[in-house]
């Protein structure tokens, strides 16, 4: 399993830019303006025919495909197909065939990306998987509903040896017994390795839905149960979008 990301980088873009999470969407008429720079939670999709040094383009939570022809020194990493980031950019001149904007990125920075997990399969168990308090700031789905993005906070100390643990979970013994049926059932689920909770922490991370897609047809969203910091057990609904 993977850490979670206890600081983001990104935070210190937040007060010079425009954040595009999807339901803003890249609106033609931001993008016209004198080059402003954008920030943009997005998926980086590699391909061996895109025409780009290291085959990636990047796909926004409002569906918007981003090609991009400019900045390529962001391309030193080596990503894997799915990974999300927020992607820092500005809008070129000329169109990209086949693209919605042709972009000139600045800066990637990866958010945690995992898959959902199910509770008792292989080494899920309870206690690996844990129910620690956490908050789940703001939750919502990409257009595509192929990932859920989580902002999030819990109390720890920095310390590298508490690898404090993340996961979306399908509950065998409560998936869909719960609320109307309209929402599929899942939990986030927070285990901090025992960690002492001297300072609060936040971050971003992404669970990606395609291995649960049978759990999610015919459903309006999804229902995600969390352990939260002061409040208690909470159940959050976030609906599918409909444009």
Known sequence: MMKAMRKLNVKA???IVAILLGTAGL???????????????????????????????????????????????????????????????????????????????KQVTPVLTK??????????T????????INATYLWISKDRKYLTIEFQYYGTDNADKKHLLNLVVNPATTGETGSGEFADLE???????????RLGEGYVSFK???????????????????????GIKQYEISFSTD
């Not at 939670?41 to 990047?58: C, H, M, P, Q, S």
């Not at 391309?75 to 904007?101: H, I, K, S, W």
């Not at 309870?126 to 308090?133: M, N, R, S």
């Open 209 to 231: 839905l395609d291995k649960i897609k049978s759990l999610l047809e015919g459903k309006k969203g999804v229902k995600v149960r969390v352990n939260t910091l002061y409040d």
């Open 27 to 105: 609106t033609q008429s931001c993008l016209k303006e004198e080059k402003p720079d954008l920030l943009a939670l997005a998926t980086i999709n590699k391909v061996a025919t895109v025409r780009t040094d290291k085959g990636y383009y990047f796909t926004t939570d409002g569906g918007e495909t981003l090609f991009p022809a400019g900045g390529t020194g962001w391309a030193t990493e080596e990503y894997t197909d799915g990974q999300r980031a927020f992607v820092l950019f500005n809008n070129m001149d000329t169109p990209a065939e086949g693209y919605d904007y042709n972009v000139d990125v």
């Open 13 to 15: 873009f937040l007060g």
């Open 188 to 198: 986030f689920r927070h285990n901090d390795e025992g960690d002492e909770p001297v």
């Open 126 to 133: 309870e206690e690996k998987v844990g129910d620690d308090k």
């Open 115 to 124: 898959e959902v997990v199910t509770l008792g399969e292989g080494e899920n």
